[in-house]
């Protein structure tokens, strides 16, 4: 059994997700997003994500941190926004010795759904069903994290087969 932190990155708004389980048992024990102001600094704004994800990290204790991989968008500031999160995010995982991993987003969708192309929705039906959620979490950052953190769970089961064949 793994503890996994799985996180969306974004400036103004980071999912965040800590599941516990395996591939075919899993539990969210904890979820949210994280914001920041747009009226601040970047460095301001970036180090409210560090320090609001380091504290995660310390209260949870995830061994496995699961991020998703950037992917250029035609809003070159977003991509360039997001990488500086998702930067912050990989060096406080570094920090405190977690292990990550990033997955595509056609990965996260596959994973969860069964198809590489699903749409928000369908995502987010999927994370309710699997983790036996009252409601769809909010908002769709919340739940984009609860995704990847399901997409690494059901990917570590595959790794661990690999392993166990030698391969």
Request: net charge neutral; charged share 20%.
């Amino acid at each position: 059994m793994v503890r996994v932190m799985g996180i969306d990155p974004g400036l103004a708004i980071a999912g965040f997700a800590i599941l516990e389980g395996d591939s075919q048992h899993m539990r969210a024990l904890h979820y949210g997003s994280i914001e920041t102001k747009s009226n601040l600094t970047l460095p301001c704004r970036l180090r409210q994500l560090y320090d609001a994800v380091t504290e995660l990290i310390r209260e949870f204790c995830p061994q496995e941190l699961a991020v998703e991989d950037l992917f250029f968008n035609r809003n070159v500031t977003t991509a360039f926004t997001v990488g500086q999160a998702r930067g912050v995010f990989l060096l406080a995982a570094e920090q405190q010795g977690l292990i990550y991993y990033q997955y595509t987003p056609a990965q996260v969708k596959q994973a969860v759904t069964g198809y590489g192309r699903a749409d928000k929705p369908q995502i987010q039906q999927m994370v309710k069903v699997l983790l036996g959620l009252p409601a769809v979490p909010k908002p769709d950052d919340t739940a984009d994290a609860l995704a990847i953190a399901i997409c690494h769970l059901q990917s570590s089961g595959m790794r661990q087969i690999l392993m166990e064949r030698g391969k």
